[in-house]
């Protein structure tokens, strides 16, 4: 049996070098807040399926290319306030030892970043998940997710109160469907312990899949959208990326931007904070 007791995760912090005006203002200053879910495929472009096999070097043997591309992602997630980030390296060879979630959040000017390792492969990988945020969060849990294979996790993120938080939960799930149902399974306890939640990541499965109407029967969370299709990035036909919010969250503006730097797209949403959380 896998060891699925939560720890509490380090809280890190970044210098912020260079300051300047964000066009939605300084974060939850207008009852909002920005969110972004994007797997970034460790800064490698996809853009046909042979690049699968022309370009598998890349997960594993550095790549220059890969500051351009980041320094892009950076660009882009600069305009928002909390950004999920998978498939994300933490520092190893193939990164060139750069922690990946650290360089994004100095680019992006996010004053606090927090990262997840699931699959620690030493100096060689360092699979991650990856949080930028403009608020600090008040506590951190990282939770092990069930499966035969192990490397998949939850961060579980609170803000606000410890009395009544707004929770964020992480997620990369796995590619199996059996492990998913057990994962998702896992997932719905932690929705549940709370009142206000936001569930965001990869999840590998569409919508109407058995595993995700699991998810949905088991909690409070409202149905995504279902033309949200965010995978292949050079022609999406899956909607395999979500930001799921409970019944208690308002949203508004939830998209997929056209930025084809993965061979997935990010998927935003803007949520109204509840006016019973005090960031």
């Known amino acids: ?86 498939e994300v390296d933490a520092g190893s060879f193939r990164s060139f030892f750069i922690n990946q979630i650290e360089y994004l959040a100095r680019r992006g000017n996010f004053p606090h970043w927090y990262y997840q390792t699931n699959r620690n492969l030493g100096k060689f990988a360092q699979h991650s998940n990856g949080l930028l945020s403009r608020i600090a969060p008040h506590r951190i849990i990282e939770h092990k997710l069930p499966g035969v294979i192990p490397g998949r996790g939850v961060m579980e993120v609170q803000y606000g109160t410890p009395s009544n938080p707004l929770v964020l939960l992480l997620i990369h799930l796995g590619l199996g469907r059996r492990a998913r149902l057990r994962q998702l399974g896992f997932v719905s306890e932690l929705v549940n312990q709370h009142r206000y939640v936001v569930v965001m990541g990869d999840f590998n499965c569409r919508i109407g899949s058995p595993e995700m109407n699991v998810l949905l029967k088991k909690t409070s969370l409202n149905e995504p959208a279902d033309e949200m299709h965010t995978f292949p990035s050079w022609r999406p036909n899956r909607n395999i990326d979500h930001i799921l919010v409970t019944d208690t969250i308002q949203t ?28």
Request: net charge negative; aromatic share 8%.
């Open 1 to 86: 049996m896998p060891d699925l007791t939560p720890r509490e995760h380090p809280l890190q912090h970044t210098e912020v070098f260079h300051t300047r005006e964000f066009q939605h203002g300084l974060a939850g200053s207008d009852g909002h807040l920005r969110l972004l879910s994007y797997n970034i495929q460790i800064g490698i472009t996809s853009t046909r399926y042979r690049h699968y096999v022309t370009r598998s070097w890349r997960h594993v043997l550095p790549h220059l290319g890969s500051f351009d591309n980041l320094n892009q992602i950076a660009n882009l997630i600069g305009h928002f306030d909390i950004v999920a980030l998978q």
């Open 252 to 279: 508004r503006d939830i998209q997929v931007l056209p930025f084809t730097m993965s061979d997935h797209l990010p998927i935003a949403v803007d949520i109204a904070i509840p006016e019973e959380i005090a960031l």
